[in-house]
């Protein structure tokens, strides 16, 4: 009975261990590779279960639509992305956000995933959702290297840290999402080094700067 209780919880409440957690990570896994070869249109829960030698019912039960597979998977990938870098220097830093933002869209793997969620993102407010948790979980992580940057006096007081990270991978989700053009490692640099620049400047601080001061206060 605890295991049918589980499986029936809604995806994302509950850290199933044993048995469960290994349906789970069989189902999410055969929904990624589903996303990778045939984007989420093609998402179909019996080909899911049949993919992950799970029971229909088993999938039909816990994740109720293609819909409810994308938010969990997105949940399990924000739970198992790595730690922010620290390597001593905000610079460093936010250039290894970058390559981590590239790496991942120009993987051959996960870029056909983040495509076809972003594509489910845009007509489902479900997979939407999930896909702003995604990104608020990943923010809330990469944020520190800010803070430290702050502390560091690398960048003014007040700086919003959420907001240096956005500005790093804001130009490679437009160019991977909306232009459609090849993401390369100077674009992943170029786009720290303009945050970088912008958050020194103090554009990313509370009131941003005024007309004719330099973002430290001189």
């Not at 956000?97 to 993102?121: C, E, Q």
Request: proline share 5%.
């Amino acid at each position: 009975m605890e295991l049918e209780s589980r499986l029936n919880a809604t995806p994302g409440t509950v850290r199933p261990g044993g048995r469960t957690a290994k349906v789970r990570a069989a189902v999410l896994e055969a929904t990624r590779n589903a996303l990778a070869g045939d984007g989420f249109h093609a998402l179909n829960l019996d080909r899911i279960a049949a993919a992950a030698g799970v029971g229909k019912t088993t999938v039909y039960r816990r994740w109720g639509s293609s819909t409810g597979l994308v938010a969990d998977l997105l949940r399990d990938m924000a739970e198992q992305s790595l730690p922010a870098a620290d390597t001593g220097s905000l610079d460093g830093d936010l250039r290894a956000n970058a390559r981590l933002v590239l790496d991942t869209l120009t993987d051959a793997h996960m870029g056909p995933v983040f495509a076809a969620v972003i594509a489910a993102a845009a007509c489902d407010e479900e997979c939407a959702a999930a896909l702003r948790g995604f990104y608020a979980t990943r923010l809330e992580t990469w944020a520190a290297v800010a803070e430290r940057g702050v502390a560091r006096g690398e960048i003014p007081a007040g700086t919003d840290p959420v907001e240096v990270l956005r500005a790093v991978s804001a130009p490679l989700y437009y160019r991977f999402a909306v232009s459609r053009e090849p993401l390369r490692p100077a674009d992943a640099d170029r786009a720290a080094a303009a945050a970088l620049a912008a958050a020194r400047a103090g554009a990313y601080a509370a009131g941003g700067t005024e007309p004719g001061r330099g973002g430290h206060g001189g």
